[in-house]
């Protein structure tokens, strides 16, 4: 008897950020797997798959957005449901990977819940997890099976070299974001500099820029990090750069969370843009803004599921740059 491979790739999304993946299907040319999703009247979360995933390679997006932790059960509850439905293969698909500032111990008794969530997405019956932008590299340490790092710097890169025209410094807000500044500036062909900022261990979301290394003055200023969040530490770069006399100033991160009161910041600080991507939904308070732009993920996150589904090379389609 003749056996014919019948291989489905099958993308399914969680409620956390519909438009993206409705961009990724589209890149993809195939319709979104269908879902029953709901919840009790006591908040627990129900999911199931209202199409048969036998045999299929299933991929499930989610980005841990807010409320972060609603969003993160859903995606266990799917990847459960897949696997006791008998799909063949499980990628957990997290554009923003919750909980990753929380990756090592830097007081007693501290949990490391990063490490927690990514047990938790194995567990459940991920076979492979993919991630944009990782807060640090040694998160992929944290498990045995594959882990994808996908970066946005292609696409980043590419906006940016299309507004800029001069001398420019690639600047990283702190001293543990330099090597991502180094990848960005041999892209832009610019110099790199970085600020010295003291957090205290008890406070989150709170910093102190100190002093700076490396050329500013009279040259476009490009502030580069992985995440804004209250946008505290990347508007106090920008505030200590224009002192240094910089002839622009931008801030660019791969994920735009925008707590409060990221808003006031930088409507207040002296920013001529901040160029963020969608691996979150951002509010339409934050769009609104003039000297915000949101650039899309998707057609590289939609190369890379390919990519994964036909087990080719993830690293051409980004440079090299990814991990």
């Known amino acids: 008897m003749d056996i014919v491979s019948r291989n489905r790739m099958m993308v399914f999304t969680g409620g956390a950020n519909q438009p993206l993946a409705d961009e990724v299907a589209e890149v993809l040319g195939i319709q979104l797997g269908k879902l029953h999703r709901s919840k009790f009247a006591n908040g627990e979360i129900y999911v199931r798959p209202n199409e048969s995933v036998r045999g299929a390679d299933c991929f499930v997006m989610q980005s841990h957005s807010h409320p972060i932790n609603d969003n993160i059960m859903e995606q266990l509850v799917t990847i459960d449901a897949l696997k006791r439905a008998s799909a063949r293969s499980i990628t957990a698909v997290m554009p923003f990977f919750g909980y990753s500032?929380?990756?090592?111990?830097?007081?007693?008794?501290?949990?490391?819940?990063?490490?927690?969530?990514?047990?938790?997405?194995?567990?459940?019956?991920?076979?492979?997890?993919?991630?944009?932008?990782?807060?640090?590299?040694?998160?992929?340490?944290?498990?045995?099976?594959?882990?994808?790092?996908?970066?946005?710097?292609?696409?980043?890169?590419?906006?940016?070299?299309?507004?800029?025209?001069?001398?420019?410094?690639v600047l990283s807000p702190d001293a543990g974001g330099v090597k991502r500044a180094e990848r960005y500036a041999r892209h832009l062909d610019a110099s790199v500099a970085f600020i010295y900022k003291r957090r205290e261990p008890t406070e989150h979301n709170e910093s102190t820029a100190l002093s700076m290394a490396g050329k500013v003055t009279d040259r476009h200023v490009v502030i580069i990090d992985d995440m804004i969040d209250t946008a505290g530490t990347v508007c106090n770069a920008a505030?200590?750069?224009?002192?240094?006399?910089?002839?622009?100033v931008r801030i660019a991160a791969t994920h735009g969370i925008f707590s409060d009161p990221a808003l006031d910041r930088i409507k207040n600080t002296p920013i001529d843009e901040v160029i963020v991507t969608n691996t979150l939904p951002v509010s339409e308070d934050i769009q609104?803004?003039?000297?915000?732009?949101?650039?899309?993920?998707?057609?590289?996150?939609?190369?890379?599921?390919?990519?994964?589904?036909?087990?080719?090379?993830?690293?051409?389609?980004?440079?090299?740059?990814?991990?």
């Open 239 to 248: 505030e200590m750069v224009r002192e240094y006399g910089a002839k622009s």
């Open 101 to 169: 500032r929380q990756d090592k111990k830097v007081l007693p008794r501290e949990p490391i819940t990063a490490r927690l969530l990514a047990d938790l997405l194995m567990r459940a019956g991920a076979d492979r997890l993919v991630s944009v932008d990782l807060h640090t590299g040694q998160l992929q340490g944290f498990i045995r099976e594959p882990f994808d790092s996908l970066t946005a710097l292609p696409i980043i890169t590419e906006y940016l070299a299309d507004k800029i025209e001069g001398k420019t410094t």
């Open 288 to 323: 609104k803004l003039d000297n915000v732009r949101v650039l899309s993920i998707a057609p590289i996150l939609a190369e890379t599921l390919q990519a994964i589904f036909m087990d080719s090379s993830v690293s051409e389609i980004f440079l090299g740059e990814n991990a």
